[in-house]
């Protein structure tokens, strides 16, 4: 009976552990659709029926209105089954983003007591994971599912993995049936993790961190590499999908940056991630970090990189598991450091963190154990230790409870936005938008002339500030604002249907069906502006021209729909 009771306790402290943590988020059920939401989840149509499933996985488009050149479906299927359970309601999706945290949290548990091999350092490993308050945006923020989807789909899949390298080695060289299902679950995983979001593909990074973690001290390089191949397999057919799916789409436009700033870039997102999980201090959707780092910042970057890796590398002396859980982290952000050369804002975003953080929730669970450990003897230590945790702990779940209260609507997430950083050019440019839509015209071009000055190099501060100026009657300088805006991102749709619509109303119809037309090639990104074009031709009498237009135009809605 007592060792019943000693092996049901740490399943008792995980269940309440799951049960504090949805109290935290209890409030996230109230709270409505923000930011990229609309254009992913409240407006997107292919996520209205469960019959279009068939375009989930071939179409280009389907994870966005923006006609954004993702590929995850996986993440718009959960999206669906939601629009299929909850409708329009947000309370829904919210609810979902909350139960795949849960779910990452007992994954984290379920890993960590095969790393360990003592459950208290799961159940510390756990709690960590579950109230760290940089995870609050993966449950807050329904387009952040992306993130705590794909480490779920991730830790399932090392998991089953871990189960057939014990049975292995248990069972002898020859696997039996039980392990290769098993297997074939765990690929299936990896799989799954890949279609909600690219950045699973450093899945077989993490398998070799985990194997060198698990049993590097028995195991060659060479039998750790070999384990690993069927997991390049499936990234090189998810990505061999992904290119056929993708092909002919728009190319993301790459922001223009010197490959110094962006290396530099990619250094501060990988310090502001591990400084962030140290120290969850002035979390928020954009940080306002300035378009350029000067020469005394980008010193200050180096000497940091240097000292974190010298730390990682006095943690691999300290203990290897520990050094190794290190590397998960690092592993685990390693897409992020193309970022800087394909997007200039939100470089870094909380839930960005999210799957790394699982290897330092890993580290300090076996920290926290061989701490108390240490101070077992000295009680008054000890009783000090435990309390200034449950400080930590406490301070955790309110900071999850006042981020979920900020999650609450636009307007509320923008203000705090502005509130910590007043630099921000989206919070900025947020509060223009709530002007524009009051018709307070000359306050919201104030506000995007000042974030234009700013970072001249943003296209939608200047979508918006041509529209303002075509409010204003000043058509001219509205069409110089839209050109821009065209000109820095040639793919940005609405600013091109905008500038086309400028110079219809300014009777330079030539330059009007320039603008709807140019650049774009066939597909369902183009049909809003080969229809517009198609018009014009027709009230020009252009007949035959106009037919071609709406030919091309029923050619891609063909497409689209033998895609799905």
């Not at 390693?334 to 699982?358: E, F, I, K, M, N």
């Amino acid at each position: 009976m007592s060792f019943t009771r000693d092996a049901r306790r740490p399943w008792v402290a995980l269940g309440l552990i799951l049960i504090v943590t949805a109290g935290a988020y209890r409030g996230v059920t109230s709270n409505g659709f923000v930011w990229d939401d609309d254009h992913t989840v409240a407006d997107n149509p292919a996520i209205a029926s469960l019959s279009l499933v068939g375009s989930w996985f071939v179409s280009p488009s389907a994870a966005s209105t923006l006609r954004e050149t993702n590929y995850r479906p996986v993440l718009v299927a959960s999206y669906a089954i939601d629009h299929a359970l909850w409708g329009r309601d947000p309370s829904g999706y919210h609810l979902t983003n909350l139960g795949a945290h849960l779910a990452a949290v007992v994954l984290v548990f379920l890993l960590a007591r095969r790393l360990w091999g003592f459950p208290s350092a799961a159940v510390g490993a756990a709690l960590l994971a579950a109230v760290h308050p940089l995870n609050a945006e993966a449950v807050n923020y329904v387009s952040a599912r992306s993130s705590s989807l794909m480490t779920v789909m991730i830790l399932a899949a090392v998991w089953q993995y871990d189960r057939v390298r014990v049975d292995s080695a248990a069972g002898g060289p020859r696997p039996s049936w039980t392990r290769r299902f098993r297997l074939g679950w765990a690929l299936g995983f990896g799989l799954v993790a890949l279609g909600a979001k690219e950045t699973a593909a450093v899945v077989p990074l993490l398998i070799i961190v985990w194997d060198r973690a698990r049993r590097g001290h028995s195991e060659p390089w060479r039998a750790t590499l070999a384990h690993s191949l069927p997991w390049w397999g499936i990234v090189a057919m998810y990505l061999g999908v992904r290119g056929w799916v993708l092909h002919g789409a728009p190319d993301m436009a790459l922001a223009e940056q010197a490959w110094g700033q962006a290396a530099l870039f990619a250094l501060k997102i990988a310090l502001a991630s591990v400084a962030g999980w140290f120290c969850p201090t002035g979390l928020a959707i954009d940080h306002g970090w300035s378009w350029m780092i000067g020469a005394r910042e980008g010193l200050l970057l180096v000497m940091g990189g240097i000292g974190v890796a010298l730390a990682t590398w006095r943690v691999f002396r300290f203990d290897r598991r520990m050094g190794w859980c290190v590397i998960w982290f690092w592993v685990a952000l390693l897409p992020l450091a193309a970022l800087p050369v394909v997007s200039r804002l939100t470089l870094y975003q909380d839930h960005r963190v999210y799957l790394g953080g699982v290897g330092l929730a890993w580290l300090f669970g076996r920290v926290a154990v061989t701490g108390a450990n240490a101070l077992r003897p000295f009680r008054a230590i000890r009783v000090a230790a435990w309390l200034g945790a449950g400080a930590v702990i406490a301070a955790a779940l309110v900071a999850d409870t006042a981020r979920t209260a900020v999650w609450s609507d636009a307007d509320r997430l923008w203000d705090d936005v502005i509130e910590q950083y007043p630099g921000s050019i989206l919070g900025a440019n947020h509060v223009g938008l709530r002007y524009l839509s009051a018709d307070e015209f000359d306050r919201a071009r104030e506000i995007f002339e000042r974030s234009a000055s700013t970072e001249p190099r943003f296209p939608m501060t200047h979508n918006y500030l041509g529209i303002v100026y075509a409010k204003l009657g000043q058509r001219d300088r509205a069409i110089a604002e839209f050109e821009t805006a065209v000109r820095l991102n040639p793919y940005y749709a609405t600013a091109r249907l905008n500038l086309g619509n400028a110079y219809e109303q300014s009777q330079r119809p030539d330059l009007a069906l320039d603008a709807y037309e140019r650049g774009l090639p066939d597909g369902p990104w183009a049909v809003a502006t080969l229809q517009r074009s198609a018009r014009l031709l027709e009230r020009q009498g252009r007949f035959d021209e106009a037919r071609e237009r709406y030919r091309r135009i029923l050619d891609a809605e063909r497409n689209a729909e033998g895609r799905k």
